[in-house]
């Protein structure tokens, strides 16, 4: 079956860096387009990153020139750089994928604090 599982959070000083990745399996993961997202408390799941089948991305404004997705396709890994971040980036990150016929996956997420 499908299966997405971040690692990489924990807690970091406003401006500093960390990378996040997400495992992918029970797909094809080369075939598909991969998502970042982020939800933080009391606030809805909110789009930041998509990197495409061809290694195209494209940014949430509020990250836009700070984070950056890639992805291994022989690892079946994306990832998400973050970097000078700051106390309003603290959320639980989560990996997304859709796959036919418009179905969602989601991982289990990983936790970002960004101390001021």
């Known amino acids: 079956q499908v299966q997405l599982v971040e690692s990489g959070g924990g807690l970091v000083q406003a401006g500093g860096s960390l990378r996040l990745s997400c495992a992918a399996s029970?797909?094809?993961?080369?075939?598909?387009?991969m998502r970042w997202y982020r939800q933080a408390p009391g606030k809805q799941r909110e789009f930041v990153a998509i990197?495409?089948?061809?290694?195209?991305?494209n940014y949430a404004d509020s990250v836009n020139g700070r984070f950056t997705i890639s992805r291994d396709n022989a690892k079946n890994t994306v990832y998400l750089q973050m970097n000078s971040l700051k106390p309003e980036d603290t959320a639980v990150y989560y990996c997304n994928v859709v796959l036919p016929i418009l179905t969602n996956y989601w991982g289990q997420g990983t936790q970002v604090t960004v101390s001021s």
């Open positions: 990197i495409d089948t061809g290694g195209r991305t």
């Open positions: 029970g797909f094809t993961f080369s075939n598909f387009g």
